[in-house]
């Protein structure tokens, strides 16, 4: 079964600073991944996507995500944060055949100072 | 430019009461999903539905079931409310399985739910 590890639950950083995300899953064939982001009180929102081909994916707002095999993860990066990036950020996985359901991480509350 | 509309954005109910949440999609999408979201835990899958009528079992189906009679429409039942069902519950949808972006959920923006 699929599954998705998110070790930071909360991520403090300066507007400005760069940011890194961590997101380590658990599939044995090529996964295709995920990241959404969750703005207070809204629903989910697609950032970016990894299904093949190039290991770094561009998404919205300035965000990309950088597929490693090796080390299982994929992690979502951001050089320079602004205030309204403060957000939950959730990383899924799905196989890549059969189960066409993604399973989500537990989320990382991301806040910004000024 | 809403794609997943939830009907409800708060209730409150009381324990005992039947709940009915409603949401609609209109990009002609085959899948739907219900989720539950809770601080610490992420979402969880309640039920999904990949065709009208056709209905699985999530990962917490317990304590609730739904209702597909239209393509566009996917309901979430909570026959007797129970205050453990205090949480946020999140629809969504994608398009059919082995169509490319099957794995692609659109969301829409919640229903917070408090039973007292």
């Known amino acids: 079964a699929q599954s998705v590890t998110q070790p930071d639950i909360h991520i403090t950083v300066s507007e400005g600073a760069s940011l890194e995300l961590r997101c380590n899953y658990s599939?044995?064939?090529?996964?295709?991944l995920f990241w959404y982001v969750q703005s207070p009180g809204q629903g989910l929102q697609l950032l970016l996507k990894?299904?093949?081909?190039?290991?770094l994916v561009q998404g919205i707002k300035g965000f990309e995500a950088e597929f490693k095999r090796s080390q299982s993860s994929f992690n979502l990066r951001k050089p320079s944060v602004h205030w309204s990036d403060a957000a939950e950020y959730f990383c899924?996985?799905?196989?890549?055949?059969?189960?066409?359901?993604?399973?989500f991480g537990r989320g990382t509350s991301l806040i910004v100072h000024p | 430019d809403v794609k997943v509309t939830q009907s409800s954005r708060y209730l409150v109910k009381r324990t005992g009461e039947k709940v009915f949440l409603e949401c609609v999609q209109d990009?002609?999408?085959?899948?739907m999903f219900w989720y539950r979201q809770d601080p610490g835990l992420g979402l969880r899958l309640i039920y999904f539905?990949?065709?009208?009528?056709?209905?699985e079992k999530g990962d917490i189906p317990e304590g609730y079931s739904v209702s597909r009679e239209k393509k566009e429409r996917f309901s979430l039942i909570l026959e007797s409310a129970s205050t453990n069902q205090t949480s946020m519950y999140l629809c969504?949808?994608?398009?059919?399985?082995?169509?490319?972006?099957?794995?692609?959920?659109?969301f829409g923006a919640g229903s917070r739910l408090t039973v007292l």
């Open positions: 969504a949808s994608s398009v059919g399985q082995g169509r490319t972006g099957a794995n692609v959920l659109t």
């Open positions: 990894y299904f093949s081909g190039d290991t």
């Open positions: 899924a996985v799905a196989q890549s055949g059969g189960s066409y359901i993604p399973t």
């Open positions: 990009m002609d999408h085959e899948n």
């Open positions: 599939y044995g064939a090529t996964p295709y």
């Open positions: 539905s990949y065709d009208v009528k056709m209905k």
